[in-house]
């Protein structure tokens, strides 16, 4: 017996801690890459092994991040949000596979008999029929719209496939599901997942709202490479948050956390839903229903250097990727907000969770330390993830700058069809609402109603194509197409991100704009 436990003891993975000098690697991967500040918390067997910040959180000050400095956490709020649907499950006052529509008076769906079926479950594994990052416009880069109006236009979202055909991400039906969670419990969902999911987790230094965020003196302010010719080039600037980020699309990415509460949540998580202090957050059947298997997702394709991280089967849960690695089950989540990126990683047969967020957007560094500690706690040989995942970004970028000049060099000097003040009036997107397109002394202008700060300058392109030179200079520039009709009127607009690496939030691609009549 002695000779078999000492076996087992010499073939058991060696993650009774975080890898050695863990701290010395993770600041000068910090230095090296360029990113400002960053906060990494690590649970092992419901225990804090590490919660601590490193760098500063803005440029150009000297407040350094600590335990317990927020970052907002981006698309990592969505496992929140599905908590506090399974406290109201829990509760018996909702089914996972209950109809939307008889929770959610008004909902609706572009199909009437997609928004019959559509279910609690169809929300949250990104099966409705939408495209990726669909309707994202709408919160942003910020919005004036209501949650409830952003509720409202997803009739007007044409789908791109059938009903559970395909898994598509999108933003969208989280907000519905934030709506659905003040339809049932009177509360928005602001409160209700502060009262019922991050105070029984211990998670009281975190906010579900922007204004609490921004009133908070220990928080992470965001940043970019913005002027290197295209977003994610160039050198670290501050990013402007004057405004709201988009409110309205909260439930999909709203939640600001910290080292210190994300350990917690990861222990209410390894604890199937018992937080720290022993109070119970929401059942273990909840959790086993998040971590289900429910829509498979496309097979990743990595390139060559990246190629031991394809995963043999991909599926998504309740707010979760299930995603295996080199025959291991992992449990994680990506999230990214402007000026900010967020992983939560869950290795439940290990009982290790462990999260990471920066307040820039290289990414690199995130999922390449990502794997660095899931080797780590695997027992599997170490590999230099963040260089690779580096060159990997660096490649991208360039052969991004590289079609973005080329396609820039030499554009045809030709066109306008019309002259600036036949171009000028107002415009509609079903979905996405009204712009402006103004003929100013100083040339074209374009306005996106609803998003404050979204307008500026439209420079002719070439033919009838003019390309926006916003503002706000962190918003993605697009290009702007006007189409004739047969008496030479305009008859739409549409948009394309100039960028070929844009990310796929700004669906400029989806809108189509048409003029809006003059009312007698």
Known sequence: MKKFLLLLALSAPAWAAPPAKFDTR?????????????????????????????????????????????????????????????????????????????????????????????????????????????????FVPRSNLSRAETVKRLRFLKPSSSFRS???????????????????????????????????SGMSKSTTDNQDNFATEDRAYPHARMNGGLRGAGDQ???????????????????????????????VLLGEGVAPGGQRVFSAAARAQMWKATMAMPASTMPAELKPLESRFSDYGLGWDIVDYRGHRI?????????????????????????????SEDGEIVRGLMYELIDHYLGLQANDWPAKFRAYRDKQVAEGLKVLKQAQATPAKVGPSLKPAALAGSYADPWYGKI?????????????????????????????TFITRLDDKTIEPAYVTFALDEAGKVARITMKAASPIADFSWDYKDLNFTPVKEQP
């Open 26 to 138: 993770v600041e000068a991967l910090r230095r090296q890459i360029g990113v400002p500040g960053m906060a990494i918390a690590i649970v092992e067997q419901g225990k804090t092994t590490l919660a601590r910040g490193y760098g500063v959180r803005q440029l150009g000050a000297p407040a350094a991040v600590d335990a317990d400095t927020l970052f907002p956490i981006g698309s990592t709020t969505k496992a929140m949000t599905v908590a506090a649907l399974a406290t109201l499950v829990d509760a018996g006052k909702i089914r996972w596979d209950d109809h939307v529509v008889d929770l959610l008076p008004g909902f609706q769906m572009y199909d009437a008999w997609v928004t019959r079926e559509m279910t609690v479950r169809d929300l949250l594994v990104h099966r409705g029929g939408l495209g990726y990052g669909a309707g994202d416009l709408l």
């Open 331 to 359: 449990i994680w989540h990506g999230g990214a907000v402007l000026g900010f990126k967020t992983a939560v990683v869950v290795l439940p047969e290990q009982q290790v969770g462990f999260a990471i967020t920066i307040n």
């Open 436 to 464: 402006e397109i103004a003929d100013t002394p100083a040339g074209l202008t374009i306005n996106f109603t609803t998003a404050p700060r979204m307008r500026g300058k439209l420079e002719h392109w070439q033919y009838d």
């Open 237 to 267: 600037e501050r990013l402007d948050e004057r405004d709201d980020l988009g409110r309205n699309g909260a439930p999909a990415g709203g939640v600001a956390s910290s080292a210190n509460d994300l350990a917690k949540w990861l222990q």
């Open 166 to 200: 395909e898994f598509a991400y999108s933003n969208l039906p989280y907000v519905v599901a934030g709506q659905l969670i003040e339809a049932v419990s009177g509360e928005t969902w602001e409160a209700y997942v502060r009262k019922h999911v991050l105070l029984p």
